[in-house]
């Protein structure tokens, strides 16, 4: 019997979308979708440690497999990216720290893979989130759905990474990230 569990995660400084899925002999089956609030906390440096204990706490409890995470999408305000990409940093080194191998998805290749178009909205790929799992009621908010969305398309993609970013552990990132790591 061939039996996965992938963890989805949508990075945020104020939210933290995730889900995960099992996925035994091709078939689907929800394990959980949720969100990690982070606004109530004033200092960016304790929401990243939140994340980081967060995404620890999922591996630890439900023991995935592989790990797919949504890359930051390019916008203009530079302040935003910046703080987008340590929340997803801090993700995937709980993920790297565990040794769960992970899987970067652009947005648009994750919209692609759900509804079959790159440009769909947050509420069409939570429709059809919904359609596929058989879930009966949607979480309010769709960071929540994101994260699950990232899992789905790791799915979908069956490990095929191309043009995708994928870390095994460790030296598998500083191996495919030279010029990243410093020698002390």
Same mark, same amino acid.
Not at 49 to 61: C, N, Q
């Given at each position: 019997?061939?039996?996965?569990?992938?963890?989805?995660? /949508?990075?945020?400084?104020?939210?933290?979308?995730?889900?995960?899925?099992?996925?035994?002999?091709?078939?689907?089956?929800?394990?959980?979708?949720?969100?990690?609030?982070?606004?109530?906390?004033?200092?960016?440096?304790?929401?990243? !440690?939140?994340?980081?204990?967060?995404?620890?706490?999922?591996? /630890? $409890?439900?023991?995935? /497999?592989?790990? $797919?995470?949504?890359?930051?999408?390019?916008? !203009?305000?530079?302040?935003?990216?910046?703080? %987008?990409?340590? #929340?997803?940093?801090?993700?995937?080194? =709980?993920? %790297?720290?565990?040794?769960?191998?992970?899987?970067?998805?652009?947005?648009?290749?994750?919209?692609? #893979?759900?509804?079959?178009?790159? *440009? #769909?909205?947050?509420?069409?790929? =939570?429709?059809?989130?919904?359609?596929?799992?058989?879930?009966?009621?949607?979480? /309010?908010?769709?960071? $929540?759905?994101?994260?699950?969305? #990232? =899992?789905?398309?790791?799915?979908? *993609?069956?490990? !095929?990474?191309?043009?995708?970013?994928?870390?095994?552990?460790?030296?598998?990132?500083? !191996?495919?990230?030279?010029?990243?790591?410093?020698?002390?």
């Amino acid at each position: 019997m061939n039996e996965k569990i992938i963890l989805g995660i /949508d990075p945020g400084t104020t939210v933290m979308g995730f889900g995960m899925i099992e996925v035994c002999n091709n078939k689907m089956k929800l394990i959980m979708i949720d969100e990690l609030i982070l606004k109530k906390y004033e200092s960016h440096s304790l929401r990243l !440690k939140r994340i980081f204990e967060k995404t620890l706490a999922l591996i /630890d $409890a439900f023991h995935p /497999d592989e790990l $797919a995470i949504e890359a930051p999408f390019y916008g !203009k305000n530079v302040q935003s990216m910046l703080k %987008l990409g340590r #929340a997803q940093g801090v993700a995937m080194a =709980a993920g %790297l720290y565990r040794e769960v191998p992970i899987t970067e998805y652009s947005p648009k290749k994750i919209k692609m #893979a759900i509804t079959g178009n790159g *440009n #769909a909205s947050k509420e069409q790929v =939570a429709g059809m989130l919904q359609n596929l799992l058989n879930i009966k009621n949607l979480p /309010d908010s769709l960071d $929540a759905t994101d994260g699950l969305a #990232a =899992a789905v398309c790791h799915h979908f *993609n069956s490990g !095929k990474s191309i043009g995708e970013k994928s870390y095994s552990g460790w030296s598998a990132f500083v !191996k495919q990230n030279p010029g990243r790591t410093q020698n002390s």
